[in-house]
């Protein structure tokens, strides 16, 4: 079992930065790779970034360049660094882990077994 905890959602304007953290516990073969995903109103929840047991990132084309995973074995917590954001960013922001990294990870949600309870990210214009 893996306990997924994030934190770090607030409201900001546009051009604005934030940096979310998820804090994990439990069997930590199953953070092996762990990403997060967000998903606004009405919408499919999508792949933003994600990390691999080795610390290679992958980022959905829509953040490259402004978004920055990273973890922190030591405290087993998972971060986003999120810079310039827009409008378009605003949604609720989950943290995903499971054992194995998958090609398609942005696209099946359903491949991670772990999840936490999201937190919101509101930017405004």
């Known amino acids: 079992q893996v306990h997924l905890v994030e934190s770090g959602g607030d409201s900001v304007q546009a051009g604005g930065s934030l940096r979310l953290s998820c804090a994990a516990s439990g069997y930590t073969d199953s953070t092996n790779c762990m990403a997060w995903f967000r998903q606004a109103p009405g919408k499919k929840r999508e792949g933003v970034a994600l990390?691999?047991?080795?610390?290679?990132?992958s980022y959905a084309d829509s953040v490259k360049g402004r978004f920055t995973i990273s973890k922190d074995n030591a405290k087993n917590t998972l971060y986003l660094q999120m810079n310039s954001l827009t409008p378009e960013d605003t949604a609720m922001y989950y943290c995903?882990?499971?054992?194995?990294?998958?090609?398609?990870?942005?696209?099946?949600?359903?491949?991670?077994?772990?999840w936490g309870q999201g937190t919101q990210v509101t930017v405004s214009s």
């Open positions: 995903a882990s499971d054992r194995w990294c998958y090609s398609d990870w942005g696209t099946t949600p359903g491949r991670f077994g772990y």
């Open positions: 990390i691999d047991r080795d610390g290679s990132a």
